[in-house]
């Protein structure tokens, strides 16, 4: 079982930035592969992010967000700059360890404001 405790969500100006993190129970925290969501009112929950054996981003957010992991402390970050309303969401982390099962997050909320 691996559990994920999402924090760093608020509100913020259009162009500002946030950094979410998530952190991992488990002792083989560097083989999972770690994801961000996100999931707007009303929208299916989309994919955000990725960090696995490479990392991979939406369009949406390319060039605009980062993800990063230190695996000595089992967290992943998501590095959020120029957000924009559009950008609201709830975002929530996962894992999917090398047993191909997945966990998730409670989620934390972020909200730009125009």
């Known amino acids: 079982q691996v559990q994920l405790v999402e924090s760093g969500g608020g509100l913020v100006q259009a162009g500002g930035s946030l950094r979410l993190s998530c952190a991992a129970s488990?002792?083989?925290?560097?083989?999972?592969?770690m994801y961000w969501f996100r999931q707007a009112p009303g929208k299916e929950r989309e994919f955000v992010a990725a960090s696995g054996r490479s990392t991979s981003y939406a369009d949406s957010v390319k060039g605009r967000f980062t993800i990063s992991r230190d695996n000595a402390r089992n967290t992943v970050y998501l590095q959020m700059n120029s957000l924009k309303p559009e950008d609201t969401a709830v975002y929530y982390c996962?894992?999917?360890?090398?047993?191909?099962?997945?966990?998730w997050g409670q989620g934390t909320q972020v909200t730009v404001s125009s």
């Open positions: 996962k894992a999917t360890t090398l047993g191909a099962r997945a966990y």
């Open positions: 488990g002792r083989t925290f560097s083989s999972y592969a």
